[in-house]
């Protein structure tokens, strides 16, 4: 039986255990994030819950990257204000918090405009969230959100291995927060202040958790992952090139990826890395925003268009095989035609095999929104339907080049039908195997033998019972 506390301390057990309600928004950070505020929070005696309805604190974990995806939350939190006073006609309580970025960029504004919100909670403080749900159980609203002087994984519980199985043989540890790089058009070095790693020892600690609770895949995590740095044992100065490395001995850890990083920071010992490792698997995401120099520097980005491409080739020399994945940005103050073509010249030299494009939107604080020569809003429209049809294309001719490969897929679940499993390629495009492959966990070598819109079918795959058939 789980055993908990309620606010006041007293030991709860079993079906009276608080449930919590995460919904989380944005990046694979905010994914790991979440989880480890679940961890937090299952030590103070609560258990997680699929439902909205059914909980007892609602926690919304938030993302201020463009202003759309900060604008969702205020219309969420207006849907759960109904809810909350549904629950108060019943006599029972509801509470209400915000974290990550809105919560941290927007802080006591969020207290001000939203009436139901009981505690907002910073991405460096989540730790503390137990303390402060003891606070507004005593009635009070809550904002922390100070870049906390004490390092949350030092004070936050370790995942358990029950909870570890429960969310699947792939798993994300973040590795590295923060940015210094400025990028005129980006709020991350203002929301999650400046560049941290964590330690080498804390890393591989958690990573050796995770295989021991039956995880096969680990992708690390950073906003700025290949900046990340620390010490090895002997005091020698280490990247994320010889932190792959050591991971990569850890038994059964079978493969490895990391996201996001920034092309400046690809060292020589990173490149080495994919050339040397076989379980750092041929993925990367490697944003480069556009394809213009003129507007590469007006975002600061630190590097040219040329940069970029040289920078492919030496990886592309140590990987052949190697998928590529970019971030881009369309409209973003002063682009031009010339300047988008310039973005689609380089789109069409790279040959993506995924990508995410976005239409540039003006950020507070940020020095892009108050650049000159704001890009008219329909332009921008157009500029993107442009740039993600070519991108998909690209999407869809690296899935047919698959067809008739062998290759190792990581069996992750089973499938929606009866006698499939769902597994992932090297390149991160899902695969659809038949259940006789192997188990969950298992690396299963298939030939891939027809493309569907968002996965690859392998051989046997295609079998389904009749009745499925008949329905697709
Ligand atoms: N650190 C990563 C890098 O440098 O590429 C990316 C981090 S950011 C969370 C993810 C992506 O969001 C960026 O690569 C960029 O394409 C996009 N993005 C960031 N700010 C944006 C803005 N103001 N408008 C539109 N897209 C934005
Ligand atoms: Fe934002 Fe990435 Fe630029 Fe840092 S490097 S400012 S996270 S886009």
């Known amino acids: 039986m789980t055993e908990g506390r309620d606010d006041r301390g007293v030991a709860q057990t079993g079906s009276n255990a608080r449930k919590v309600f995460i919904k989380t928004y944005g990046c694979q950070m905010n994914v790991y994030d979440s989880q480890r505020m679940g961890d937090a929070l299952g030590s ?118 029950g909870q570890i199985r429960g969310r699947g043989v792939a798993a994300f540890l973040t590795v590295q927060e923060g940015c210094d790089k400025f990028c005129t058009f980006c709020v991350v070095p203002y929301t999650r202040g400046a560049e941290v790693s964590r330690p080498l020892a804390q890393i591989l600690e958690e990573a050796r958790r995770l295989v021991a609770a039956g995880v096969r895949e680990i992708t690390l995590l ?61 993925y990367l995401h490697l944003p480069v925003q556009s394809g213009s120099d003129r507007i590469l520097k007006a975002m600061n980005r630190r590097h040219t268009a040329a940069d970029y491409l040289r920078l492919l080739d030496r990886i592309r020399a140590a990987r052949p095989d190697i998928a590529l994945s970019g971030d881009f940005i369309v409209g973003f103050p002063g682009e031009t035609d010339a300047d988008f073509e310039d973005t689609l010249t380089l ?55 698959q067809v008739g490969r062998r290759m190792p897929v990581l069996i ?12 992932r390629s090297p390149f991160l495009i899902p695969v659809v195997l038949p259940a006789s492959a192997g188990a969950v966990g298992a690396v299963a070598e ?12 392998a051989e046997g795959a295609e079998a389904m019972p009749e009745a499925m058939r008949l329905r697709a």
């Not at 439902?51 to 219309?75: F, G, Q, V």
């Not at 020589?268 to 750092?280: E, S």
């Not at 929104?369 to 070519?390: N, Y």
């Open 44 to 161: 103070d005696g609560y258990q997680p819950t699929e439902t909205m309805e059914d909980a007892d604190l609602i926690l919304l974990n938030t993302c201020h990257i463009r202003e759309k995806a900060a604008e969702k939350i205020y219309s969420e939190l207006g849907r759960i204000r109904l809810l909350k006073a549904e629950r108060a006609n019943e006599g029972r309580e509801l509470r209400v918090g915000v974290a990550g970025c809105v919560a941290q960029a927007e802080g006591h504004e969020i207290i001000a405009r939203a009436p139901a919100v009981d505690l907002v909670i910073g991405p460096q403080t989540y730790h503390r969230l137990p303390q402060a749900l003891a606070k507004v159980a005593r009635g009070e609203r809550v904002v922390d959100i100070d870049h906390a002087v004490e390092d949350k994984f030092d004070h936050l519980p370790a995942s358990q291995a």
């Open 222 to 282: 950073g906003q700025n992952v290949n900046a990340w740095e620390s010490s090895d044992a002997q005091g020698r100065a280490i990247g994320l090139g010889g932190l792959v490395r050591q991971l990569a001995e850890i038994p059964n850890l079978l493969r490895l990826r990391y996201t996001t990083s920034h092309p400046r920071d690809m060292d020589d010992a990173l490149i080495a890395a994919h050339r040397d490792l076989p379980a750092l698997m041929p």
């Open 347 to 401: 789109i069409r030299e790279v040959g993506y095999a995924s990508a995410f494009s976005f239409k540039y939107s003006p950020r507070p604080g940020t020095p892009g929104a108050t650049m000159e020569g704001h890009v008219d809003e329909g332009v921008k429209d157009e500029r993107l339907q442009h740039l993600q049809a070519l991108l998909r294309d690209q999407q869809a001719a690296f899935a047919r080049a």
């Open 412 to 423: 992750e679940k089973h499938g929606r039908h009866p006698g499939q499993m769902i597994g």
């Open 446 to 457: 298939v030939r891939i033998e027809s493309v569907r819109p968002n996965s690859l079918m």
